[in-house]
């Protein structure tokens, strides 16, 4: 069962070459963005214009692999 509700999990390549988990090495992934924001922004509330991230997550281990843009 998908840990991320119905959602099945995915293959996901990085430059052409297809990821595979740094700690299980299992090919597929649930994917996610984050919002990255650190004290100063929160303290401004300011969240909105911190960058984002890609993430997958390894659907065997739940691992997470972060992607900048």
């Given amino acids: 069962m998908p840990i991320f509700g119905k959602e099945e999990p995915e293959e996901v390549t990085i430059r052409d070459i297809p990821l595979r988990c740094l ?31 890609t993430c997958a997550i390894c659907s065997e281990c739940s691992y997470v692999h972060w992607f900048l843009q």
């Fill in 23 to 53: 700690v299980c090495r299992n090919g597929t992934f649930f994917r996610r963005r984050a919002q990255l924001h650190g004290p100063v922004a929160t303290l401004f509330n300011l969240e909105w214009t911190a960058p984002t991230a």
